[in-house]
């Protein structure tokens, strides 16, 4: 479990702010993203073959971003996003020009076991994720096969993820069989340069 502010781990550190948004306009943003964002079922390489992702997603940046074989375009954010972009900036004490948005429609919409360690997002990534709607767990491991950890993410969270976790830790979001409604996901972050 993870407590509220730092929480230094072997070779990385979380910061977890549970009540970072209040219910209410934890929804409100829910909402509005799931009404106005241009969502899409992106299909990436995964183990040789194309797959179709387990979830809806979106792109907003300065850059192009890849990750898997795909390659999301350069997309400008709309200006009614920023008071939230802006937001986690500050208490994430990071400039991100980058968005990436996952929407999970159900329990078994899932994000698999991966890293944030793309090399344009430079040598130790700052990774703001933003939870809404549906609490979900959010589970780490570390790349030597020992420590685990994980911790429910109630709508409203703020996790950050800094140092050298994303080169030491893998994280995922797995599927359940629990009866879900919708989750929105907002993982803010820093691109350096775009893919080669």
């Known amino acids: 479990m993870l407590a509220y502010g730092v929480n230094p781990l072997r070779d990385g550190v979380l910061y977890w702010y549970p009540d970072f948004l209040p219910p209410e306009?934890?929804?409100?943003?829910?909402?509005?993203?799931?009404?106005?964002?241009?969502?899409?079922?992106?299909?990436?390489?995964l183990f040789g073959r194309w797959v179709e992702q387990p979830r809806l997603v979106a792109w907003f940046g300065a850059l192009a971003y890849r990750y898997s074989g795909l390659t999301l375009p350069a997309c400008a954010p709309p200006d009614w996003l920023m008071p939230l972009w802006r937001a986690c900036e500050q208490r994430a004490g990071q400039r991100f020009n980058g968005l990436l948005l996952n929407r999970y429609r159900h329990g078994q919409d899932s994000m698999g076991w991966h890293a944030d360690d793309e090399p344009e997002l430079g040598r130790e990534p700052v990774i703001a994720s933003l939870s809404l709607g549906q609490v979900r767990r959010f589970a780490l491991k570390h790349r030597d096969g020992g420590e685990r950890l994980s911790q429910e993410l109630p709508s409203g969270s703020l996790l950050v993820m800094a140092g050298a976790l994303q080169h030491h830790w893998l994280h995922a979001l797995p599927k359940t069989r629990r009866p879900c409604v919708e989750?929105?996901?907002?993982?803010?972050?820093?691109?350096?340069?775009?893919?080669v």
């Not at 989750?183 to 893919?195: A, E, M």
């Open 25 to 45: 306009t934890a929804m409100a943003w829910q909402q509005q993203l799931t009404a106005q964002i241009p969502w899409r079922q992106e299909t990436i390489r």
């Open 183 to 195: 989750r929105i996901n907002l993982t803010f972050r820093y691109l350096y340069s775009s893919p």
